[in-house]
C-alpha cells in the first residue's frame, strides 16, 4: 500500500488521470472506481467518509449497485474532490457531452493507425497547400455546439480569446492538461462560431489564428490526458487555421505537436514525417527559434529509428539554429523553447538510443542536470520529464544513487500535475527500479501504484 498517495483531505490527482479511472468515472461505473482506489490503497472506511456514504452502500457498490441519483453524483465527485465533468454532471445539460468526450476518446481505438495515416496525409496537404474541403466548415464545432455567439466581432472580441488561450497555457505548463482541458475544449466550442460573424478581413485573419492557437492547445491538452482521437482533430483544425492565416511559425508549432503525440504513442517513423512537415513549414516561417526546435525533435526520432548519423546532424543543427535565433522577438507559442527545453531535448535524444556510448550517457546527464537546474515551478511537467529521464540515465551507468534522488523527485512532482503523459513517460523508469532491491525496489513499486497497474 502506498500511503503517499493518499493524504488525509483529498486522494493524488494523478489517480482521476489514468485511462482507465477517466473512463470508469464518464460511464459511472463506481464499482470499477472505487476498486481502483482501493488498489493504491483507500479502503472502504476512507471512500465512505470522503463520499457521505455508508459502509454498506460502499460495500453494496462494489457488488455491482449503480447510482444514478444526480445529487449523490455530484456529492461522490466533490467528496473526491475531482472535477465534475469527469462523471458528467458539470451541468445538466452537458452529461451527454462529458460521457461522449471522456468515454470515446480516452481508449486506444482499433484503428488508430488509420487515423495517424489521415492525419499525416491531412497535414502533408495543407503543407504543401493543397486544397482541401474542410476550408468551408471552420465554424463546425468538433465538439458540440454550445451558446450562441454574436453576430458581429471586433479586435476586442479577438483579444480575449488570446488571453484566455494565455491563461490556459500556463496551467497546462503548470499543472498538466488535466487542469484545463476540458475549459479549452468549451471555449473551442464557443469561439469557433465567431467564424460566422460579421468582421472586417484583418480581424478576421487575426480570429483565424487565434482559433489556430486555440485548437492547438485543445489538442495539446487533450494528448495529455490520453484524449488522443480528440487530439488529432484538433491539431488538424489549428493547422488549417495557421495556413489559411498564414502564419508558418504556428503551423509548424502544430506539426510538431502532432508528432511530439506520435512518438509518445511509439509510431516514431510517423512522427519523424510530421517534424519534417514541420520543418519544411518552419523554415519558410522566419522563426529561428521553430527551426531549432524542429531539429531537436527529429534528432530524438532519428535516435528512437537508430540513425544515429542523422539524430547528430539534426543536434548540430538545432544548436546552430538556437544559438542565431531571435528569441525576444519569437512568436508566443514557441518561446517555451528556451535553453532548457534545447538541453533536456538533446539529453532525452541521447537516452533514446539503443545502445549508447557511455560518453552519450555522461553527456545526457550533464545535459538533463542543467535542464532542470534552469526549471522554474512554472513549467512543472517539463521538469517530471527530465527528472524521469535523467534517473534512468542515472541507473544505465550504475549511479545508483543519482538515479534514485532523482526518480523520487519525479514521482512526488507527479502527484501534483493532472497528467496522464507524465505517468506513461516513468514506465523505463520502473522497469529498471524493479530489478534492483531496497529503495530502487520501492521506487517501482510507487510508479505502479501511480500508473494502476499490480
Known sequence: MNTDLVSTDAVAPTVWEHREMRQALASRDLKTVYERLQRVGVSQRRIARLTGQTASEVYEVL????????????????????????????????????????????????????????????????????????????????????????????????????????????????????????????????????????????????????????????????????????????????????????????????????????????????ALRFFQLGQ?????????????????NEAWAYALLGDSQQMQRSISRARDEFARADHENAPVWVRFFGEADLYASIGVTLSALSKPREADLEEGIALLQTAVALRGSSMARSRIFELTTLAVMCLRIGERDGGLHAGRQAVANAKSVRSVRTIDRMEPLRSLAALQEGDLQDLANEISTMRGTP
Not at 460566422?196 to 491538452?221: E, F, I, M, P, V
Open 63 to 270: 457488488k455491482g449497485r449503480r447510482i444514478m441519483a444526480h445529487e449523490v453524483l455530484v456529492r461522490i465527485a466533490d467528496g473526491f474532490g475531482i472535477p465534475r465533468g469527469y462523471m458528467g454532471v458539470a451541468y445538466d445539460e452537458s452529461t451527454e457531452i462529458a460521457l461522449d468526450l471522456a468515454s470515446a476518446t480516452c481508449s486506444t481505438h482499433a484503428n488508430e493507425r488509420e487515423e495517424v495515416r489521415s492525419l499525416l496525409s491531412h497535414a502533408a496537404n495543407v503543407t504543401m497547400g493543397t486544397a482541401t474541403d474542410e476550408v468551408t466548415r471552420w465554424w463546425q464545432p468538433i465538439d458540440r455546439q454550445v451558446a450562441p455567439a454574436p453576430t458581429r466581432v471586433g479586435t476586442w472580441d479577438v483579444a480575449q480569446i488570446e488571453a484566455l488561450t494565455a491563461a490556459m497555457r500556463v496551467l497546462d505548463y503548470r499543472h498538466g492538461g488535466g487542469a484545463c482541458r476540458d475549459a479549452v475544449a468549451a471555449q473551442v466550442r464557443w469561439a469557433q462560431q465567431l467564424l460566422n460573424a460579421a468582421c472586417d478581413d484583418q480581424t478576421r485573419s487575426r480570429l483565424h489564428l487565434a482559433l489556430a492557437d486555440l485548437h492547438n492547445l485543445a489538442g495539446w491538452t487533450s494528448f495529455d490526458v490520453g484524449m488522443y482521437s480528440v487530439a488529432r482533430k484538433h491539431f488538424a483544425r489549428a493547422h488549417e487555421q495557421a495556413k489559411h492565416a498564414a502564419d508558418n511559425s504556428l503551423a509548424a508549432n502544430v506539426l510538431y505537436r502532432m508528432g511530439r503525440l506520435h512518438l509518445h504513442r511509439g509510431m516514431h517513423r510517423e
Open 280 to 296: 519544411i513549414t518552419a523554415q519558410d516561417s522566419g522563426s529561428g527559434l521553430t527551426v531549432a526546435m524542429l531539429c531537436a
